[in-house]
Structures are given as C-alpha cells and as structure tokens.
C-alpha cells in the first residue's frame, strides 16, 4: 500500500498527467527523484559558477574605473585643470548654447538693439570660454564645438533681422518720398490780410465772393481767414487758436476728415467744425510734416 501513496503524492508534485499514462513501479520513481536531484544540483553548480563569474566582472569593472580615474587625473595635470574646473566649463558652454538659440525672441520690428548686444555679448562669452585650459581636453571641446554653433546661428539670425529690417525703413522712405513728391493744387491768389470783403470777376457772369482774411470763431465753428500773405494754415495752426494748443490738431483732422483731406492746408472759407473731448483712442493720425 506504500507505492500507490507514493504515487500519488508525486503526482500532486510532478504533475498527474505524468503518472496518468501508464504506472510506475518503486524503481522508476526512485530512478526519477534521482534525475530530477541531480539536475538541481547542476543547476545550484551552475548559479554558482554565474555568481564567481559576476564578482569577477565587477571586480574587473572597478579595476577599470580606477585606472581611467588614474589616467584622467594624469591627464588634468597635464593640462593644468581640476575635474572641478573642467565640469564647470562644460556646463557653461552648455548654458550658452541654450541661450544663443533664443536670441531670435528679443527682435522687435524697429528695434535690433537689445538683439544685437545679446549677440555681442554671447560671442564674447564664448570667446573667454574657449580660451580655459580645458577646452584642450577632447569632451569639453565637443561641447565647445556645439556652443560656437550655436552663437554663429545667432549671428546669421541677426545679420538676416538687420537686412529684413533696412528693407522696412527703404520702403518707408520711400513711401514718404511719394507723398512729398505730390504735387499740390495752385495756390489762390488772395488780397492782403483784413481786407473788406471784395468781388473779383471771372469768366464766367458769376462774381466769385473772396472771404474776408480775418478768421472767426463762434466756439463751435472756426471760419478760416487768412494766416499770413505768403502762407496757408494748418490745422495745428487752428488748433493754437481754438484749443490754445497745437498739439490737439487730431480733434479737428477726426471730426472735418470730410472737407479737409491735408492737415497740413487749411484754405480760407472753410468752416471746421471745433469738436470737445480727446481723440478716440482707435483714431491713426497721418504722417505730417511738422
């Protein structure tokens, strides 16, 4: 009654498949108990042998680390460094390559100064950086060699911002030019200042009526006259007279653009309407030549 109970105790370990095909006398599962031993104990064998192996590759990799912490410290000597010296550097040239590739973001339309000083001052940098001892050393020169790429494409960056902006300011001397270069209509020819109000022939049967140059101001409408013999006014002429500040000439421009299409040729006869308040905020007054 030993064997069966045997039997059936292995089965739960070995599984009952493996006894379910065909029964087992006491030498066979005896013989199976000393394979499965002797394969455990290869195995142990085997764990063991990966462990020395391990130890002895350890061992070897730390052997290793010393000697390249000898060799370098050699090294640094040589070249007059400390590793201190040597990883302060590196991370300085990084910094500058991180900072020379946002240079592009201080440009502003009009305005190349704050960009370009920040490239002055990033080529200057890299200047006194490669200049340490420690650039002589193959890994702080590859970083070097990133940063100074770096600081050059900032360069072209600003060299291209500065062409792109002397473009701009062509285009808008250029526009200013043409329209300097509009001719403007004849003048009339006016009698001379305080004159009484005269009648002056023209072709046709109709009198032309001439407007007194004396200028009126009923605080709401301002009736040009005549500023002086030689010269037309100007809304900032007007605005000295009704606002008492020529400076305000953007109330009248705003509020008479209808009848006035110059600011700067204000013609006797015409009636400005003289507005109260300041100038909207979205109004764009035009390029004058004060």
Partial sequence: MRIPILMIILAGAFGAETFAASPQTADEVTQQLRVQKEREQKAKSSIAALGGDIARLRNTAEATRQENALLNQKIYAKVGVTPQEVESVMQAFTLLASKAK?????YKEGSLLNWENSVVQAEAELSQLSRHAACRLSQTDAVRTFASQSVVA???SLD???Q???ERILKEQERLKAMANVVAPP???LPPVDSPAVVIPVVAEKP????PMKSEFDGKVYRVGRFSAH???TLWDVAAIVYKDPSKWQRLWRANRDIIKNP???EPGMEIIVPDGPVPKDFVPPVRGH
Avoid: F, H, P, T
């Fill in 102 to 106: 946002g240079l592009d973001s201080l």
């Fill in 154 to 156: 900032a360069r072209q």
């Fill in 160 to 162: 291209g911002g500065k």
């Fill in 164 to 166: 792109r902006e002397a």
């Fill in 187 to 189: 003048k009339e020819v």
């Fill in 208 to 211: 032309v009526v001439v407007i």
């Fill in 231 to 233: 010269k037309d006014g």
């Fill in 264 to 266: 700067d040729r204000v």
